[in-house]
């Protein structure tokens, strides 16, 4: 059996993702963390710009952990260097960006993902494998909420965002993969005022309809304003009618609740969590799979092609929020 060199990874990125990503890798027995871009990292190299990381031979596989608009420079410049790449949601935030990444990757050979974990969530696998009893999607929707610490505490570039590429992105991946479908049309509407009160130029809340290739409808929502006593940070559920079913899956219900003089709350574990001083969860299980796909050659279950529609998609419900018309993709 042919033993598989192990794979040297860099982080370009280390803020909050970065450290996430930092420490599923680190604790990869096929992987070796070597570099990281700006900030220390374990006893992973510093390299103060990410163009001199790539070009330091250390690495063969790079997480992208930029904040969302950063996303596209960084993996055209990873593809040309020959260097495997994973890159956090949104995959990016223009689709003249996206079709850069795109190209540059599919002429690179190189193995790329974007990191739309919510595909290795075992519920959201298994309505994935039930979809055939629910029979032909007629109507869906989405709903991902968080508190407002995200927004104002917890990322500081909120204003070059919105609740709707941070969130959506998500749902609009695990719908479209649901539904085997695509989005050929869109109408938004976004609501300022909480947040833009507050000095930080983004929506409270969007709402995209969307309209599919074979006719099925969804409804995405996303804000950011819930109240910090909310239980978790994100507020998710997603349900998918057919013509002979109905799925739902309600996040809220991970199985633990914390009471505590202090509040009651609902310790999320599907996405992250440690068991036993190990990471864990839908999180790691994504990551890992790149790994597995960029030591092996192995086609991730996530295509860029698939990411680049996520960006159209929100895109085109961007432009509609803004002109107040249907977009067409």
Known sequence: MTHLPKLRVGIIGAGIMGRGHAEVFAAHPDVELTAVSRRPLGDATVYADYRDLLASGTVDAVSVTTPDHLHADVMVAAAEAGVHILVEKPFTTTVEDADRAVAAIRQAGVTAMCLFNHRWVPAYAQAKQQMPLVGEPVVGYARKDDTIHVPTEMIGWADRTTCAWFLSSHDIDLLTWLYDDQVVEVFATA????????????????????????????????????????????????????E??????????????????????????????????????????????????????????????????????????????????????
């Open 191 to 242: 609501r300022y005022g909480k947040l833009r009160g507050m000095g930080i130029e983004t929506p409270d809340a969007m709402q995209i309809q969307a309209r599919f290739g074979r006719g099925a409808m969804a409804t995405f929502e996303s804000a950011w304003i819930y109240p910090n006593t909310f239980p978790t940070m994100v507020d998710s559920y997603v349900t998918v009618v057919g």
């Open 244 to 329: 002979s079913g109905v799925i739902q899956l309600d996040r809220q219900k991970e199985n633990i609740q914390l009471a505590t003089e202090q509040a009651y709350t609902y310790p999320r574990n599907m996405l992250q969590r440690v068991v036993h001083g190990v990471p864990a969860g839908a999180y790691r299980d994504a990551i890992h799979h790149f790994v597995d796909c960029a030591r092996t050659g192995t086609p991730p279950l996530i295509t860029v092609e698939s990411s680049r529609h996520v960006t159209a998609v929100l895109a085109a419900a961007h432009e509609s929020a803004r002109t107040g018309a249907p977009v067409k993709l």
